[in-house]
Nanobody, 121 residues
Framework: VQLQASGGGLVQAGGCLRLSCAASGNIFSINDMGWYRQAPGKQRELVTSITAGGSTNYADSVKGRFTISRDTAKNTVYLQMNSLKPEDTAVYYC????????????????WGQGTLVTVSS
């Protein structure tokens, strides 16, 4: 199983970016998907997550600006980031809880390779 993230880049404050993360491989089902970020010198933090049923959770710092969504058929999760601020600068990692093979397989955590988002002031 692999998670492939894309969409990062350089943007001015107030701008927007859309991140994508596609899961591929031997996948039976995907439970939660989400995005974490790690800024220089800081710990990795949860930005947002979405359950298989579509329930979402956001960090207070991004509420009202970021929107997570997923396409179940494509095993893909998206992060629409609007009104970006310099403090949003970080490497963004996608995450997914995936059950391989069958419904009796354990659910394992997988991470994407990280995509850099840089917001200039």
């Amino acid at each position: 199983v692999q998670l492939q993230a894309s969409g990062g880049g350089l943007v001015q404050a107030g701008g927007c970016l859309r991140l994508s993360c596609a899961a591929s491989g031997n996948i039976f089902s995907i439970n939660d998907m989400g995005w974490y970020r790690q800024a220089p010198g800081k710990q990795r933090e949860l930005v947002t997550s979405i359950t298989a049923g579509g329930s979402t959770n956001y960090a207070d710092s991004v509420k009202g600006r970021f929107t997570i969504s997923r396409d179940t058929a494509k095993n893909t999760v998206y992060l629409q980031m609007n009104s970006l601020k310099p403090e949003d600068t970080a490497v963004y990692y996608c995450h997914a809880s995936i059950r391989k093979d069958s419904r009796w397989s354990p659910t394992l955590n997988y991470w994407g390779q990280g995509t850099l988002v840089t917001v200039s002031s």
